[in-house]
């Protein structure tokens, strides 16, 4: 397998991982938590999921034949709540950006490589504009986790290994291998 398809398919992988990741988080939040913010100036889970939803709609509809940025799409809207953004509808758009997302990033080849995106009216390598769009999506995952984790508190499920664990992990894991 060549680099391009290499890197696709870890492309496809992270993202699907990080996605797992924010919706276990998310679920460990009750709808008073999902909304509240740690100060005046901090995002609440449901600012950055409303903000990764029209993220991920923007810039991966329509992938190749139009701009990321789309002239509908009004980014600081996406940093207020209204009355019709309760969980149900927020993480119906959530899920909606994701298999947008996801869906262009299966549906991507090594020969589209080289093909020409925009963003913002700036040209981007398709290379670009997925590591873009990983790197934004992870740094957004990673701030929905810390906040799920604050709220939660001891009531929080690990969502990877567990502290004072890593040696079972790492031994089990040699055991599954063989090794």
Not at 53 to 74: H, I, M, Q, V, Y
Not at 97 to 112: E, I, K, N, R, S
Not at 122 to 145: K, M
Request: charged fraction near 25%.
């Amino acid at each position: 397998m060549d680099f391009a398809s290499h890197y696709l398919e870890d492309a496809r992988t992270v993202a699907r991982i990080y996605k797992g990741l924010a919706d276990g988080a998310i679920a460990q939040v009750d709808d008073e938590q999902f909304a509240a913010s740690l100060g005046d100036e901090e995002n609440s889970i449901a600012l950055i999921i409303k903000h990764m939803a029209g993220n991920l709609r923007s810039r991966w509809t329509d992938f190749f034949t139009t701009d990321g940025e789309k002239p509908d799409r009004d980014r600081d809207s996406e940093f207020e709540l209204t009355g019709t953004d309760d969980r149900a509808a927020l993480l119906e758009a959530w899920e909606a950006g994701w298999a947008t997302f996801l869906g262009v990033l299966d549906g991507l080849t090594p020969a589209d490589f080289d093909r020409p995106v925009t963003i913002r009216g700036e040209p981007y390598t398709v290379l670009r504009a997925v590591e873009r769009g990983v790197a934004h999506a992870c740094y957004h995952v990673g701030q929905i986790v810390l906040l799920a984790k604050h709220f939660a508190g001891p009531e929080w499920r690990t969502l990877s290994i567990p502290r004072r664990q890593s040696q079972a992990f790492n031994a089990d894991m040699a055991a599954k291998q063989g090794r």
